[in-house]
């Protein structure tokens, strides 16, 4: 069976490195995962002022297309030690309305990408954070930290390193595992 994995990109940038990193995940898939970037960009900042009977139609949309995923995957940059801000717009969208949220009980993992050595850290553990919280079961190895992300693709955003291709592969055959192995609500 093939499960589809939505694709969070928390670099709204058209040319940004996860955005890259996140077309190679989807290249390098094994044939029973099917992954999907679901964009964020157009969500207006969530304001639970607005989340009542007639919220916002684009928050409608955005949980409307989370909620049939099999599994989540988060590509994250980091931007001043934690994740986007429109990475974190989209997490509180999904969230409500409380106790119906889009997220709960799926199946996760995180993926941070970096230019600098570190592989954007403070971000991959901030999201985890918020994930835990929102009872996404995210896988916790491999972890995967993509630092010097400039110097592992080439101008066409392809991989030039054939041990990062090795360890994204691995990486994705056990998420996939784990997607089974933890299957969304209503799911098995």
């Not at 940004?16 to 679901?38: C, Y």
């Not at 964009?39 to 207006?44: K, V």
């Not at 010097?148 to 080439?154: E, H, N, S």
Request: no cysteine.
């Amino acid at each position: 069976m093939t499960r589809t994995v939505g694709v969070f990109v928390g670099s709204l940038r058209s040319g940004a490195h996860t955005r890259k990193v996140a077309r190679v995940l989807a290249e390098l898939a094994p044939g029973n995962l099917s992954l999907e970037v679901v964009e964020i960009g157009q969500l207006p900042l969530y304001n639970p002022d607005l989340d009542g009977a007639d919220p916002p139609a684009a928050w409608t949309a955005f949980r409307e297309r989370v909620k049939p995923l099999d599994a989540l995957l988060f590509v994250t940059p980091e931007y001043n030690l934690p994740i986007p801000s429109a990475l974190k717009n989209a997490l509180d969208v999904g969230s409500r309305p409380a106790k119906q949220g889009a997220w709960d009980g799926k199946p996760g993992a995180v993926v941070s990408v970096s230019p600098g050595a570190l592989g954007a850290f403070g971000a991959h553990h901030h999201l985890r954070q918020v994930l835990a919280h929102l009872n996404v079961a995210t896988l916790a190895q491999p972890e995967i930290y993509l630092g010097g992300v400039a110097d592992l693709l080439d101008e066409s955003g392809a991989l030039t390193k054939d041990s990062t291709r090795a360890l994204l592969t691995r990486f994705l055959a056990t998420f996939a595992v784990w997607i089974e192995r933890n299957p969304a609500p209503g799911r098995s």
